[in-house]
Nanobody
């Protein structure tokens, strides 16, 4: 079994910063892409940012220049540094990872349980 555990969400004022973390654990042979998605009330889940095992990064236009994704492959952990937060960043943030559990196995997508980020004064 594989688990993704997120941490770091909370309430922050507009213009503030938060750092999200997501650690993968369990039966892990390799991890390909890792990423962060978010879902606001009444809206579809959307990609915020993702990063390949080689370090290539991709961002949603709405967060470019404000959010930074990074990963520590030794710790099977992905981070999302969020700066200059806006009210429209309020959402539940979900971690996602494409994980292979054995050398000859398939790669599956796993999701974390979600962490609430609220930007409000």
């Amino acid at each position: 079994q594989v688990q993704l555990v997120e941490s770091g969400g909370g309430l922050v004022q507009p213009g503030g910063s938060l750092r999200l973390s997501c650690a993968a654990s369990g039966r892990i042979f390799s991890i390909n892409a890792m990423g962060w998605y978010r879902q606001a009330p009444g809206k579809k889940r959307e990609l915020v940012a993702d990063i390949t095992s080689g370090g290539s990064k991709n961002y949603a236009d709405s967060v470019k220049g404000r959010f930074t994704i990074s990963r520590d492959n030794a710790k099977n952990t992905v981070y999302l540094q969020m700066n200059s937060l806006k009210a429209e960043d309020t959402a539940v943030y979900y971690c996602n990872a494409a994980i292979k559990s054995s050398a000859g196995g398939y790669t599956y997508n796993y999701w974390g349980q979600g962490t609430q980020v609220t930007v409000s004064s």
